[in-house]
């Protein structure tokens, strides 16, 4: 046979048969397509089939598992996934209402937004969290060591707590951010020891577990409708689905779905779906969990050689001067922060220190400074509502809606646009 | 390719020297074949790596960390810190911000850096070559004449392909390492979670990241190969993978196709990282090289059911 020539035998097949060989051939890489194709929609059909058989349990005796659950060891891959129906535009928009959005209520830990300074500074970090899609690890060990840690693209971002220590280290820019009094945060409250990062580490919400510890904290038992429904599978453990639904209109929030793991009874998934329908605005779950001990030294950071430390009281010197948006919420909640109502229709009114105009967060305070074509695309942002209280305009989200007043009020809440105008025609 | 031969026997029953590997079909003894298989390898592989266009490339893969690593020196002389201050970390290939701190950065800053174009445009440029450069330079004829078999020939030219690059690989990460090591400190690595492991682990860590690079570009190699086997013109064989792969880089990079870019054979080309992490990360990894075998069983096929199947006329 003459090597260089097709391989089929064409001296005594004839031409049709070996042009249907030639086409059989291109069978097979179709198939290896066609197979992994199969693969790929097959597999996570087949391994999420099924929910696991629990015994019944009351909601009443979940909730309680939830707070008597003492999971002090664990280690684990969070996916969170934040839609709030944000443009993206930096961010000091999204941090300021973020936190609350977590609250699932008013924004009263609304403010650590972005600010100048490390990179590795936890506050402007986490609040990257408030939208798109991230990875998180996770791993404790007991009250004094506790680590979570944002992957991103070939960096990682590490908040770790070891005993008095709080780290912060960004390995994109080889940065990292130190605070020693981490213990003390609580009892000096109010300014700057708020921004330690174990503080925020708690404050911003990450884990399904802070999160369903916020959803239950602003969950008024009387007007929330709490039940179990059925199980699930969350990161390969049997859980329960605990579902928290607002009774009162005017509310945006839709539900909220928590998936506590039947054993520990340690909140695995949290889901918060809009009122208005949708995907869900937050929804943060386990993909893998373990409860056993982390080893010791994913808690042991000592900045490498050459790294470039913040040590928190130079960050905090340097927030005073240039610290923005974020940090003139926070002032106006020191002037006059008012919470309307409570559980879930609570509303939040602030006055804005100027005493007028649309608080451009991430610029000046004043909005004297504001030059008028910001102005107009703030406006346009927004909807021009009018009502006893004069007029303002309303700028939505998915999950929080907020009504800037011509005279320089501010109303924000997990509520309708309706809900807002009540609010501030009461207010009047 | 065992599956290609496998199949070959059932869909193609006329072709004897297809399955001359599985016993009893084979017109020799299974030894003889061996060898057979072992030497047409071996030449390839003398062949490829004798040319001088492979040394050039290599050579300019080699140059590649000491560019870098000259670059970083120069900067962080004064004793600043490269592409620290900004909330973005500075730009740059990853890990750069550790270079000045540790020299085995610089292998991961560097596969960082050619992983993207570099090596798989090195890898387009002889996969491409493999068949249509025969072909072109009209000895592939000769090559048949040799009672080896279409698909023993093809899967000798992949061999070589995949052979070049983990050598492609291993230069640039070992340069990376000479040029680390004589400009900066080496010693304990700080992983990007922040966790500290000694300078051995680091160094095996580093051989691991170097082999998974290596696998990173089994997707492109399968594909140069299946575009060489379409065209009897070995440079528009290479202009057509590469220009391939520009094209999948710039897919990936439009968020409004991000539906496709999970098959995309460079979207976890960056996930090698993920091994720097403590613990290490493996999701990505293990859908990477899932993806690459993916992409060598379609294209490797494809590449079989063609060049088994075409006149070769010159």
Redesign the interface.
């Known amino acids: 046979m003459a090597p260089y020539e097709p391989e089929q035998d064409t001296n005594e097949a004839d031409e049709l048969s070996a042009g249907r060989r030639k086409a059989a051939r291109y069978v097979v890489p179709l198939a290896v397509a066609g197979v992994a194709a199969a693969t790929i929609g097959l597999v996570p059909a087949l391994a999420t089939s099924g929910d696991p058989d629990l015994p019944d349990v009351t909601a009443q005796e979940l909730i309680e598992k939830i707070a008597a659950s003492d999971t002090e060891q664990l280690s684990g891959t969070v996916k969170i996934s934040t839609d709030l129906g944000l443009p993206s535009f930096g961010s000091g928009m999204t941090g300021g209402f973020a936190p609350g959005a977590g609250a699932g209520g008013a924004g009263e830990d609304g403010g650590e937004g972005g600010k100048g300074g490390s990179a590795a500074d936890p506050s402007a970090k986490l609040m990257e969290l408030a939208s798109g899609t991230h990875t998180l690890r996770v791993a404790a060990d007991g009250p004094d060591k506790q680590k979570l840690s944002v992957l991103d693209d070939a960096a990682e971002y590490s908040l770790i707590h070891n005993g008095d220590d709080v780290w912060a280290y960004d390995s994109a820019s080889n940065e990292a951010y130190h605070s020693k009094d981490a213990g003390k945060g609580d009892k000096h409250g109010k300014q700057h020891d708020r921004e330690g990062a174990k503080d925020l580490g708690k404050e911003v919400p990450s884990t399904p577990k802070e999160f369903a510890e916020q959803a239950l904290k602003a969950a008024d038992k009387s007007a929330t409708s709490v039940k179990v429904d059925g199980s699930a599978q969350v990161a390969g453990r049997d859980a329960y689905r605990l579902v928290l639904k607002p009774k009162e209109s005017g509310s945006t929030v839709g539900q909220i779905t928590i998936a506590v793991d039947a054993k520990t009874g340690t909140p695995l998934k949290f889901t918060l779906s809009p009122a208005g329908g949708g995907s869900a605005v937050v929804d943060a779950g386990f993909t893998k969990v373990d409860f056993g001990k982390p080893a010791a030294s994913t808690f042991d950071f000592r900045p490498p050689k050459g790294t470039k430390v913040t040590e928190e009281g130079d960050a905090n010197g340097r927030h005073g001067k240039d610290g923005m948006g974020g940090r003139d919420l926070k002032g106006m909640e020191d002037g006059g922060l008012n919470v309307i109502g409570d559980g879930w229709t609570s509303i939040a009114e602030l006055k804005t220190p100027g005493g007028q105009g649309l608080p451009t967060s991430g610029s000046g305070s004043d909005s004297g400074d504001v030059p008028p074509e910001a102005e107009k695309f703030l406006n346009s942002l927004g909807d021009q509502v009018k009502g006893d209280f004069g007029s303002g305009t309303v700028f939505k989200t998915r999950l929080i809606n907020a009504l800037v007043t011509d005279d320089g009020k501010v109303y924000v809440g997990a509520v309708t646009k309706d809900a807002l105008v009540k609010a501030a025609n009461a207010a009047h | 390719m065992s ?2 031969d496998v ?1 070959a026997g059932a ?2 029953p ?2 004897p ?2 399955t001359g590997q599985e016993p009893g079909q084979g017109s020799g003894p299974r030894p003889v074949r061996l060898a057979w298989t072992l030497g047409l390898f071996r030449s390839e592989l003398s062949v490829t790596f004798r040319r001088w266009r492979t040394l050039a490339l290599l050579a300019v893969l080699a140059a590649v960390p000491v560019l870098v690593g000259i670059a970083v020196k120069i900067e962080t002389s004064d004793g600043g ?1 490269i ?8 730009g740059g290939p ?2 750069i ?2 270079v ?3 020299g085995l950065f610089l292998v991961f800053t560097a596969l ?1 850096a050619t992983l993207p174009f570099f090596l798989p445009m090195a890898i387009g440029v002889v996969a491409g070559d493999a068949i249509a450069g025969e072909a072109s330079a009209g000895t ?2 000769y090559l ?4 080896a ?2 698909t023993r020939l093809l899967l000798a030219k992949y061999v070589t392909t995949l052979t070049f690059c983990l050598v492609a690989t291993l230069v640039v990460a070992a340069s990376a390492l000479a040029v680390g090591a004589l400009l900066f ?1 080496l010693g304990e690595v ?1 992983t ?5 492991i000694g300078f051995g682990e680091g160094l095996l860590r580093a051989l691991l990241i170097a082999l998974v690079v290596a696998a990173s570009l089994i997707g492109v190699a399968a594909l140069g190969l299946f575009v060489s086997t379409l065209t009897s013109s070995g440079i528009a064989a290479m202009a057509t993978t590469v220009g391939l792969l520009i094209t999948v880089q710039i897919v990936d990079q439009i968020p409004q196709l991000h539906a496709v870019h999970p098959y995309l054979f460079s979207h976890y080309w ?1 996930s090698f ?1 993920d091994l720097m ?2 613990p290490v ?1 493996w999701d990505d990894l293990v859908k990477n090289l899932g993806l690459q075998a ?1 992409y060598a ?3 490797g ?2 590449a ?3 060049f ?5 006329a010159t």
């Open positions: 599956r290609a199949t869909g193609a006329a072709a020297e297809e810190s592409g620290g201050g900004g909330p973005e970390g500075g990853a890990f911000a550790q000045t701190n540790n960082a592939l004829r048949l004449v040799a009672p078999g279409r400190p700080t990007i979670s922040g966790t500290r960056l990282a992490r403590d990360y993916l069983g379609v294209f096929s494809a079989w059911a063609r088994g199947a075409k006149d070769i």
